[in-house]
T-cell receptor, first 115, second 112 residues
Framework: GAGVSQSPRYKVAKRGQDVALRCDPI?????LFWYQQALGQGPEFLTY????????KSGLPSDRFFAERPEGSVSTLKIQRTQQEDSAVYLC?????????????FGPGTRLTVT | GNSVTQMEGPVTLSEEAFLTINCTYT??????LFWYVQYPGEGLQLLLK?????DKGSNKGFEATYRKETTSFHLEKGSVQVSDSAVYFC???????????FGTGTKLQVIP
């Protein structure tokens, strides 16, 4: 079946522009996660949704970052007034249930480059 | 807070060589431990996991044992193949929390 999909796969933004990154999780998956992966580093947690509720946003680096999942399915990560330090790969993952031992399935990521 | 430390790469091995990638962790409770793999051009995939002390996770010839006394979860494979070339990430989830804490990744290159 279909895995987690993300769009766009690549995004180039000029500094100061707003961007929106989309994640389509696996159908029926309750939990959805966003991670940021800088070049040569491991992914770092940004935020977590259980259905439409955002239960943890402790990893969002600033108030320029905003995520939503209004119907408990598709999620959008928005970055306002992008800065060069926002350049990274943004990964989305989903899992079947809220139990922590369930496997998280990752999408291919969106590579954001801020010029 | 939680953290994961893994050996730096890149690691270059000849085909059929023995692989060890070291991983140690710091956590306040009793985490579940994971190895993820990222093949070139693909997304992260779960390779194996262990949820409690002394558990051994295994998959595709890879193994790792959860060692609470040394807070380690080293990845091993007896005979690597060219197709194992990828970046390997050690990771943990603690308790009821959902977020995965990843190490920085170790790039493995296997040459024929």
């Amino acid at each position: 079946g279909a895995g987690v999909s993300q769009s766009p796969r690549y995004k180039v933004a000029k500094r100061g522009q707003d961007v929106a990154l989309r994640c389509d999780p696996i159908s029926g998956h309750v939990s959805l996660f966003w991670y940021q992966q800088a070049l040569g580093q491991g992914p770092e947690f940004l935020t977590y949704f259980q259905n439409e509720a955002q239960l943890d946003k402790s990893g969002l680096p600033s108030d320029r970052f905003f995520a939503e999942r209004p119907e408990g399915s598709v999620s959008t990560l928005k970055i306002q007034r992008t800065q060069q330090e926002d350049s990274a790969v943004y990964l989305c993952a989903s899992s079947l249930a809220e139990v922590s031992s369930y496997e998280q399935y990752f999408g291919p990521g969106t590579r954001l480059t801020v010029t | 807070g939680n953290s994961v430390t893994q050996m730096e790469g890149p690691v270059t091995l000849s085909e059929e060589a023995f692989l060890t990638i070291n991983c140690t962790y710091t956590a306040t409770g009793y985490p579940s431990l994971f190895w993820y793999v990222q093949y070139p051009g693909e997304g992260l995939q779960l390779l194996l996991k262990a949820t409690k002390a002394d558990d051994k996770g295994s998959n595709k010839g890879f193994e790792a044992t959860y060692r609470k006394e040394t807070t380690s979860f080293h990845l091993e494979k007896g005979s690597v193949q060219v197709s194992d070339s990828a970046v390997y990430f050690c990771a943990l989830i603690e308790g009821g929390y959902q977020k995965v804490t990843f190490g920085t990744g170790t790039k493995l290159q296997v040459i024929p």
